[in-house]
Antibody, heavy 118, light 107 residues
Framework: QVQLQESGPGLVEPSETLSLTCRLSGGSLNNYYWSWIRQSPGKGLEWIGYIHYIGTTKYNPSLKSRVTMSVDTSRNQFSLQLNSVTAADTAVYYC????????????WGQGTLVTVSS | DIQMTQSPSSVSASVGDRVTITCRANQGIANWLAWYQQKPGKAPKLLIYGASTLQSGVPSRFSGNGSRTDFTLTISSLQPEDFATYYCRQADSIPFTFGPGTRVNIK
């Protein structure tokens, strides 16, 4: 069964870069779209963007200038970088698998809390 | 961006009750609508996509309906494990956007 696991620092200083990795087990990155979604009390669930296994990306326009996603099929993982973070980026970050048209997200990783603070 | 709203924001119900949650998009999204269930401290779980297609393994007491701008999620007979927060999410256009959630509480 496909499982996703996020990893990365739980604390990031303001203006620095948030970096997270999602490792996939029990399946392959091939033929799916891989998204990052975050959840904060103030903004609810927010889709950050997706990357296809061949490297095509789409980002949320509200974050596009600060987001970079990458994929490493040899390691069966994909990554998120969010630059110039502020306290507003404090959230639980989830990695998820998505269908061809973005019509479903399943499964989700367990989520990782990232706090932006000095 | 497409804005999603849900009503009610919370509902109190008893085991065995029929519960219906409404989701509305501020523009037409055909049937590009999914529903997720989230329990405290857990990731959301996919229940329904394509407005009415039940995800594999999800109990048949969950059903989805609607098209264009108005959608519903119905739980036909509420079970103890169904007390959670439910979110709708549009998949019609990027950026994908979620509703604010509906919390189903124990009466």
């Amino acid at each position: 069964q496909v499982q996703l696991q996020e990893s990365g620092p739980g604390l990031v200083e303001p203006s620095e870069t948030l970096s997270l990795t999602c490792r996939l087990s029990g399946g392959s990155l091939n033929n799916y779209y891989w998204s990052w979604i975050r959840q904060s009390p103030g903004k609810g669930l927010e889709w950050i963007g997706y990357i296809h296994y061949i490297g095509t990306t789409k980002y949320n326009p509200s974050l596009k200038s600060r987001v970079t996603m990458s994929v490493d099929t040899s390691r069966n993982q994909f990554s998120l970088q969010l630059n110039s973070v502020t306290a507003a980026d404090t959230a639980v970050y989830y990695c998820v698998r998505g269908g061809d048209y973005g019509d479903w997200f399943d499964p989700w990783g367990q989520g990782t809390l990232v706090t932006v603070s000095s | 961006d497409i804005q999603m709203t849900q009503s009610p924001s919370s509902v109190s119900a008893s085991v065995g009750d029929r519960v219906t949650i409404t989701c509305r998009a501020n523009q037409g999204i055909a049937n590009w609508l999914a529903w997720y269930q989230q329990k405290p401290g857990k990731a959301p779980k996919l229940l329904i996509y394509g407005a009415s297609t039940l995800q594999s393994g999800v109990p048949s007491r969950f059903s989805g309906n609607g098209s264009r701008t108005d959608f519903t999620l119905t739980i036909s007979s509420l079970q103890p494990e169904d007390f959670a927060t439910y979110y709708c999410r549009q998949a019609d256009s990027i950026p994908f956007t979620f509703g604010p959630g509906t919390r189903v509480n124990i009466k």
